[in-house]
C-alpha cells in the first residue's frame, strides 16, 4: 500500500492515484501532472476526435506493457528502447519496429533505393549473389565512384570487391593466379622489372 505522501488527487476524476498514474512534469510543485494519465489520454482522443483526426481504439495494456504505435501490438517493456524524455520512459515504437525502420533508412540514405527495389533486384538474381551464384543475396553493392548500385552479393563476395578495392585489374590478376597463371615480374636491374610476355 502507498504512503500519503506516494498519491495524489487527479483534478479532473477525483481519485487518489498513485505517483506513477501521473506523468511528469517540472513547472508543478511536486512534478507532476494535475491530471492521472488515464483522464489525459481521455482528453486527447476526444479532442482529436472533435478535430476530425483519425484516433486509434483504445486498447487495455496490462501492467508491465506498451502499445507500439507502428505495428499496434502490445509488448513487455522488454522489447523497448529507453526513452529519458518520454513520460513513460520508454521509446514509442518496440525494437523490432525500430530496427525495421533503421534498415529502410539505410538503404535510402546509402544507396537512395527502397526495400521494395532491392527485394526486386534480388528476385532478377534469382536470389543468389550475382557472383558466386550460390549463396543467398544479403548485402547491396554500389560504385563508390558513382554511387550507382550494381546488384545484391553475398557477405564474402561484397567483402571480397572490398578488399580488392574494386579494382578490375587487380580482380583480373586475382583470376588469372588462381588458373595457375601467377604474375611473376623478372628482377632486370635493382629496382627495375619486366614483365612477363
Not at 476530425?52 to 523497448?80: A, D, I, N, Q, T
Amino acid at each position: 500500500m502507498a504512503s500519503d505522501e506516494d498519491v495524489k488527487r487527479c483534478v479532473r476524476c477525483g481519485e487518489i492515484k498513485p505517483y506513477a498514474a501521473f506523468a511528469r512534469r517540472r513547472s508543478n510543485l511536486d512534478g507532476l501532472q494535475r491530471h492521472c494519465r488515464d483522464c489525459a489520454s481521455d482528453y486527447h482522443r476526444t479532442r482529436q476526435q472533435s478535430l476530425g483526426r483519425k484516433v486509434r481504439p483504445k486498447v487495455e495494456v496490462p501492467e508491465g506493457h506498451k502499445l507500439c504505435l507502428k505495428c499496434g501490438e502490445v509488448k513487455p517493456w522488454s522489447e523497448w528502447h529507453r526513452n529519458a524524455t518520454a513520460s513513460d520512459g520508454l521509446s514509442t515504437r518496440c525494437k523490432a519496429c525500430r530496427a525495421a525502420e533503421g534498415r529502410a533508412g539505410h538503404l535510402k540514405r546509402q544507396y537512395g533505393i527502397t526495400e521494395a527495389e532491392r527485394d526486386e533486384l534480388i528476385a532478377s538474381q534469382g536470389g543468389v549473389c550475382c557472383i558466386c551464384l550460390a549463396a543467398p543475396a544479403a548485402h547491396v553493392d554500389h560504385c563508390h565512384k558513382t554511387g550507382r548500385v550494381r546488384g545484391v552479393l553475398c557477405f564474402n563476395c561484397n567483402s571480397g570487391l572490398g578488399l580488392l578495392r574494386d579494382d578490375p585489374d587487380a580482380m583480373n590478376r586475382a583470376a588469372d593466379y588462381l588458373e595457375g597463371n601467377a604474375w611473376k615480374p623478372t628482377l632486370v636491374a635493382p629496382g627495375v622489372y619486366r614483365l612477363p610476355s
